[in-house]
């Protein structure tokens, strides 16, 4: 079978490292070691973290809360590290669709590259309703619907700048949640050793009728999917890598921080939350990214005795969304861009203005997330289908991501190169990536059980689609261009001329 020229560069090597279409010099290398690191903290810290994790503890108990994101964590980390040694050894902003095409299959590249995008622009239409929501819990009588478009506009703004004014955004952004975080445990350990709540809370939640662990494994099983949302916006570390001033140090310092992240803000979080409240309290299911007053957050401040905690973990959890939204839109459109570089998206995408920014691809994503966002107004129950259909989207990339870096590191030793070559490297390997592929496929598999169980097709394809989607395409262009995997002994191992000006 015959590769097209797409397909030959990207197995070759050269795929995304072409300049700007238009002439530009392309995206710039202006996001700072700060930077970096605080987008890599922020993608770990969202309204997973600040509203649904009181609902792990429900279903599971607190020993089966704390089990799942511990576990979920630590393949996350070595997910991460997996990334960093991939994207220090090529920083672009297509990252692991570029990886997919060079280390294994330039169509999965393709699908990978998509998958990706349309995760980014369905999850952007949802946060923008969510983000109206907030607001209307101070302004009730005003249109949703202003909310969002404003909110639009304002992520528009940040990033048609320059690329450094999303880090600046993002740094600030991510140092408001990192502050909550550490005020919250500070006052829960407070409540926990008596300090602040007499008298000491203690452990005794922990022993509480059937806890620690409730249900056993199938409840911990369960639960693996709500902490594994919690941590995906993690992987954008490795698209900022194509715009960083040196993706030498800043990648690696942002990576090797994430086990200690998960440790501090999840670990931590969730034991004072599964410490003060009982896991049998009706309030931890009740929370949801319309209703602050349920956050298990809100519930501790309020505990404390700390007024205005409702208010205050409102407009904590509005920049939360506003991060999501405002990383989105940056991790999408350097997608789309990179897919375009690469001819799997129309060539006017592959352009940028003077300051480094793929306009085209910006409003494009940006635009499509309006699109979506309006099928809310006008057809909820599409809307609806569209969000339950890319919930896995998610676990797919980071299944990309892994067996991209195992494929590359069985490369390397096929080819007799030496890790030293490396300037980043991962520790176990192979066991970090064949643990992240593994963790991934279960939670993916695991889904939806009963719904086998049943022989409910329809709810099979609905939950299931982000799988369908992404097998249609990587067949679709294999059969289409014809691609191979490609061999360890034929892929290149260098990794090109820079992808970036700056």
């Not at 009181?54 to 997996?82: D, E, H, N, Q, R």
């Not at 249109?143 to 740094?171: R, Y």
Request: charged content about 10%; glycine content about 10%; overall charge neutral.
């Amino acid at each position: 079978m015959t590769n097209t020229p797409a397909d030959t560069r990207a197995a070759t090597g050269t795929v995304g490292n072409q300049k700007g279409g238009d002439g530009h010099g392309g995206v710039q290398r202006n996001l700072k070691t700060r930077h970096i690191s605080m987008i890599a903290l922020g993608g770990c810290i969202g309204t997973g973290l600040f509203m649904t994790s009181g609902s792990t503890i429900a279903k599971a108990g607190p020993g089966g809360g704390l089990v799942a994101y511990a576990a979920m964590g630590i393949m996350v980390y070595f997910l991460m590290t997996s990334l960093g040694e991939l994207a220090t050894h090529m920083p672009v902003s297509g990252s692991f669709a570029v990886y997919s095409s060079k280390y294994v299959d330039p169509a999965l590249g393709f699908a990978m590259g998509w998958d990706y995008w349309l995760n980014w622009t369905i999850s952007g239409a949802v946060d923008i309703s969510t983000a109206a929501l907030l607001v209307q819990y101070w302004l009730p009588d005003t249109p949703g619907w202003v909310w969002s478009l404003l909110v639009l506009v304002v992520v528009f703004l940040i990033n048609a700048l320059v690329v450094s004014a999303f880090g600046e955004t993002e740094f600030w952004l991510a140092l408001i949640k990192v502050v909550t975080i550490i005020v919250f445990l500070v006052v829960g350990f407070a409540m926990v050793c008596g300090i602040m709540f007499h008298p000491a809370v203690g452990l005794r939640n922990f022993a509480y009728k059937d806890a620690p662990f409730v249900g056993g494994l199938p409840a911990i099983m369960s639960v693996f999917l709500i902490a594994g949302y919690s941590f995906q916006g993690t992987e954008v570390v490795g698209v900022t890598a194509g715009e960083s001033e040196d993706p030498g140090k800043a990648v690696p310092k942002a990576i090797n921080d994430v086990f200690w992240r998960i440790l501090l803000f999840y670990v931590l979080s969730i034991f004072v939350i599964a410490a003060l409240i009982p896991y049998t309290s009706p309030n931890l299911l009740g929370a949801s990214d319309s209703n602050i007053a349920m956050s298990p957050f809100t519930l501790v401040f309020q505990r404390a005795g700390l007024a205005g905690a409702a208010s205050v973990m409102n407009a904590v959890v509005l920049t939360s969304i506003l991060s999501a939204v405002n990383t989105g839109a940056y991790a999408s459109s350097r997608m789309l861009y990179g897919l375009a570089k690469d001819h799997y998206a129309p060539r006017f995408l592959a352009t940028t203005t003077k300051r480094g920014i793929p306009m085209a691809a910006l409003l494009s994503t940006l635009g499509m997330e309006l699109a979506t966002f309006a099928t809310s107004i006008f057809g909820q129950s599409f809307y609806m289908w569209l969000v339950t259909a890319t919930g896995l989207t998610g676990f797919i990339a980071w299944i990309g991501i892994a067996l991209s870096h195992y494929r590359f590191r069985r490369a390397f030793h096929r080819q007799g190169r030496s890790l030293k070559e490396l300037k980043y490297r991962t520790r176990l390997f192979p066991l970090g990536p064949i643990l992240a592929m593994v963790v991934c496929v279960i939670v993916i598999a695991g889904q939806d059980l009963p719904a086998f169980t049943s022989g409910d097709w329809r709810e099979i394809v609905m939950t299931y689609f982000s799988v369908i989607l992404v097998a249609g395409l990587y067949l679709g262009y294999k059969f289409t261009h014809h691609t191979t995997i490609v061999p360890l002994e034929d892929i290149d191992l260098e990794p090109g001329p820079t992808a970036v000006s700056g």
